[in-house]
C-alpha cells in the first residue's frame, strides 16, 4: 500500500503542477514541474523546520522511493525508446562520426577535466576530496541527459539538423557516461591498486558494445513481429514488452540497459517508416502513444527531482562548491564539444560559421540520470558531498541553461519557423 500511496502522491502532485504551469507559468513542461517541486519542497522544508507531522509524513514518504533504482532502471528505458523512436535516423546516419565521437571523447574528456578541476577547488572551500571521486563525480555529471535534453532541446524550435547533432549526442552518451561511471566506481571501491586496464576494456566492451548488439537484436526482432500483424493494440502491447522486457534481459546479461533500448527504438523508428513495417493507422497510434508515455513519465521525472530536495542535506560549503562545480563543468562540456570537433576538422556536418558551437556546448543540459547515478553512491564514499554537487549543477543546467537556450537559439538565427509561420 505504501508504493501506491507513493505514486498516487507524484502523479496526483504530476497533475497539479502540470495544470498551474499551462495555467499561469507557461514554462516548457520540464523546467515548470521543476521549478514548482522545488519551490513546493523549499516550502515545506520550512514547515519541516516547525515538526509540523503531514510535511514529516511526506518527507518519509519521499525518503523511500528509490530514486536511482526507479530512474535507471524502469524510467530510462523507456523515455529512451520514446525519444529515439522519433528521431531522423537518415539524418542520423549522415551524422554518425560526428555524433559518435562527441558521445565518446567528448564524455571522457569531460570526465577528466571535471575530475581534475574538482580535486583542486573542493580544498578550497574546506572539502578535500581523493581524486578518485572526484573522478566519479565527472563521469556521473559528464553525459548530458537524454531525458532532459529531449524534453527542453526540442521545445526550442531549434533548426532540425542542429537538433538532430544534440539529441543524438545525447542519446548515445548516456551510455558512455554509464561504462564509465560503473569503471571509476569500482576502481573507487575496491582501490587503483586492484584494478586493471584489461578489466575496464572488459567492462567497456561488455556494457557498451553488448547493449548496442542486444537493442540491435531486439529492433530486428520487434520489426518482425509487428510485420508479420496489422492489429494496432497487439502492436502497441508489443512495444512495451520490447521495452520493459529487453530492460530486464539487459540487466540479467549485464549489458547498457540504455544503450540497448536507444537501438531498439531507432531500428523500429527507422523500419516502421522506410520499410512499411506499420500501416498508417497503427503507426499513428504506436506513435501517439509513445508520445503519451513519454510526457507523463517525464512530468514524474522532473517532480520527483523537485520534491527530492525535501529529503536532501546540502551545507553552506558544498553549496558553495557546487556552484563553482556549475562553471567547471560548463568549461569540460566546451572542452568536449571543441576537442571532437577539432578532430573532425569540423567538416561539412559541423560547418564553423554556423554558430552551432555555443548552442551545443549550452545545450549539454544534466538531468535526472546524474542524480539517480549519485544517489546510488554507497555510503563508503562521500556520497553526501557529490549528492550535493550534483544537484546544484542539475538545478543549474534545468533551469538556468533549459530556460535561456530558446533565446539563445533565436539569437543566433537558429530557430526554424514555429508551425503554421511563414
Known sequence: MELYNALALLLTTAAAFAYLNQRFLRMPPAIGLMVLGLAASLALVGLARFQYAPVLHLAQVVQKLDFSTLVVQVMLGFLLFAGSLHVDTRRLGALRGAVGLMATLGTLLSTGVVGGAMYLLLPLFGLPTPFIYCLVFGSLISPTDPVAVLSILTKANIDKPLETKIVGESLFNDGVGLVLFVVTLEVATVGPQDFSVGHALRLFAQEAL????????????????????????????????????????????????????????????????????????????????????????????????????????????????GLAAVAVVLTARTVAVFVPLRILRIGAAFPENDGSFPVLVWGGLRGGLSVALALSLPATLPRELLVGLTYVVVVFSIVGQGLTIGPLVRRLGLSRPAPGGH
Open 210 to 321: 553488448g547493449g548496442l548488439a542486444l537493442g540491435t537484436a531486439l529492433g530486428l526482432g520487434g520489426a518482425w513481429l509487428l510485420r508479420s500483424i496489422n492489429h494496432y493494440q497487439t502492436e502497441v502491447l508489443i512495444t512495451l514488452g520490447l521495452v520493459a522486457g529487453g530492460t530486464a534481459l539487459a540487466s540479467a546479461l549485464h549489458t547498457s540497459g540504455p544503450l540497448a533500448m536507444v537501438m531498439a527504438g531507432l531500428l523500429v523508428g527507422h523500419l516502421s517508416r522506410t520499410r512499411g513495417v506499420l500501416s498508417d493507422m497503427s503507426q499513428d497510434y504506436v506513435d501517439k502513444f509513445w508520445e503519451l508515455l513519454d510526457e507523463v513519465l517525464n512530468a514524474l521525472l522532473f517532480v520527483l527531482m523537485g520534491l527530492e530536495a525535501l529529503v536532501l542535506d546540502i551545507s553552506t560549503p558544498t553549496l558553495l562548491a
